[in-house]
């Protein structure tokens, strides 16, 4: 299975995020953070910016939901034409009730964990899922260093998923540069969510397709 680079637009420019998703041509998907201020501590954008994206790009749009309430909230995103919807397993009320209200609407579901979430409590919920997100930084902010300590999760995950005989994807956010993406693929991961190595490269395709070739190793 081909490996997806999903740069992240945190570390975009906000006045020019049409232009800067332009710049990353090579990428597979546009990730998308959503933070409220409650599940993590900072604020960016909501609904509205996301369907101003969805109109500005074909690109598969990956939206991460670091907030409360992802319940009341995901399913909107679906509705507004994204591909995947990820939301946090500390955070839903009903998780599968949740996958399902986003299955309904097209959408992939994804699970995030934060680094000291374990996946075993989520391991019956395999079936109702389409990504396993596991955060390498605590999520809130971009720029931050990628945290070892998730490595044997990542591993046990793919484990898990390799008894499936679903098509789950194996995203890491968080930290993810040429030197550590090697070590998030070869523990088992498949979709690499990138944020400041992306954005602050002097070419951003460029990096996309170092990323690419660090993680087919
Ligand atoms: C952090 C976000 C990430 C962030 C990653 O909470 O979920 O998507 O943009 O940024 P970098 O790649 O700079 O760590
Ligand atoms: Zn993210």
């Known amino acids: 299975m081909p490996n997806r680079i999903m740069p992240s637009i945190l570390s975009a420019d ?3 995020l049409q232009r800067d998703i332009e710049a990353i041509p090579g990428a597979d998907a546009v990730h998308v953070d959503v933070m409220d201020n409650h599940f993590v501590p900072n604020l960016t954008l909501g609904l509205p910016v996301v369907q101003s994206i969805r109109r500005a790009t074909d690109k598969f749009l990956d939206i991460h939901l670091m907030i409360e309430d992802p319940d ?6 679906a509705e507004a034409g994204a591909e995947s919807v990820t939301f946090h397993a500390e955070a ?4 599968v009730r949740l996958a399902r209200e986003l299955r309904a609407r097209d959408a992939r579901v994804g699970l995030a964990l934060k680094p000291a979430t ?4 989520y391991a019956d919920l395999l079936p109702e899922i389409d990504m396993v997100l596991i955060m390498t ?18 591993e046990r995950t793919r484990a898990l998923i390799g008894r499936t005989e679903a098509d789950i ?30 954005f602050s490269a002097d070419d951003p395709d ?12």
């Open 206 to 217: 460029a990096m996309v397709t170092a990323l690419r070739t660090a993680a087919d190793g």
């Open 92 to 95: 839903a009320k009903a998780p």
């Open 169 to 198: 994807w194996l995203q890491v956010d968080g930290g993810i540069s040429t030197e550590t993406i090697e070590r998030a693929a070869g523990a088992g991961a498949d979709s690499f969510v990138a944020g400041s190595s992306v």
């Open 72 to 77: 009341v909230w995901a399913p909107g995103f």
């Open 118 to 121: 374990p996946i075993e409590p």
């Open 14 to 16: 906000f006045a020019n």
């Open 137 to 154: 930084v605590e999520p809130g902010f971009g720029g931050q260093k990628f945290l070892d300590l998730t490595l044997p999760k990542i």
